[in-house]
């Protein structure tokens, strides 16, 4: 690393006028940096709305926040981003910058990266500082291996996968700067525009933050399945999530997806419902504090990450699962 550290700067993205738990998880991970290293947290913050945003990213572990506030950033967009952004680190100067390892995030980190002529490491589960430099671990080989990289360049520039980190409790009474910061796009010079935008309706728990999370796989044996599962996940108030074998197979929607290239979840109980175990797969869900599989297949990899596994015929347990439970509840 150089002389020149200012700390670390970490790019939070907000919905609905809130910071993604994501978000909150990578300040706590630049708050334990800075200890080590010392300089700055610095957290961005792009979009509208914003008014209260600033109080929530310091109690969790911001020392100063940069709020672009700015009816152009409703969405998310890269290019509209990336002027300010790379303004924003060329000022702040800091050693380490952190992006969320999420749609967006992936998509404006490498761009981020040519831009400031830097490196990038995608996917990190953590981060150590060893001889002055960062150092990070991320998946490798589908989830098979861990390896380590580091950078010779300043800043070092990482995505973080959700859920390899734990975010602080919140510190209301913690001081910090909350600077507004105005625009220096040019929306002329955008090369592209979003002409149209589509959300898809989310209904019941955000798989994220569910303490019960349930996921299909080719086990199901079709889309019949993932209703089971739906309603499995409505009685005990989780949500439902699939591999990616199923996703493909249009058996439920792209968002299910859990995985390397899919979400990350780390429930309190995770249920495998005839997923084979894939590294793949167990890499968006391994953290888990408990999982139970069920598997046709005796000898499936996915017992091997379970602490319970029934091995049997999914299409005949969780539609009696599903009548317990409501015998239970009733």
Known sequence: ?????????????????????????????????????????????????????????????ADQ???????????????????????????????IVLIGHSESGTDLAPRLAFRLDVDVATGCESIEIMNGRPHMTRSCFGGLAREVV???????????????????????????????????????????????????????????????????????????????LNEIAELVDGAVGASRAACDLDWCPRSYQIGLSGRTVAPELYIAVGISGASHHMAGCGNSKTIVSVNSDPNAEIFKSSRFGIVGNSQEIMPALAEEIRKLKA
């Open 1 to 61: 690393m150089t002389d020149n550290n200012n700390g670390v700067l970490v790019v939070v993205e907000v919905l609905e006028s809130q910071p993604i738990d994501l978000g909150l998880e990578m300040l706590a991970l630049a708050r334990r940096l800075t200890d080590s290293m010392g300089g700055t947290v610095t957290a961005v913050a792009f979009g509208t709305g914003l008014e209260s945003t600033g109080e929530t990213l310091i109690a969790h572990g």
């Open 65 to 95: 926040v940069l709020i672009n506030d700015n009816s152009i950033f409703a969405n998310f967009h890269a290019e509209a981003w990336l002027p300010d952004l790379s303004k924003m680190i060329a000022e702040v100067a800091p050693a």
């Open 150 to 228: 580091t950078f010779t360049k300043t800043p070092a520039l990482a995505t973080v996968r959700s859920k390899s980190q734990q975010a602080l409790p919140p510190m209301m009474e913690r001081a910090g700067e909350i600077k507004h910061v105005d625009s220096i796009l040019d929306e002329n010079s955008m090369r592209t525009r979003v002409v149209n935008r589509e959300t898809e309706k989310a209904d019941g728990v955000k798989m994220e933050s569910a303490k019960i999370v349930i996921g299909g796989g080719l086990g199901l044996g079709g889309p019949e399945g993932f209703k089971t």
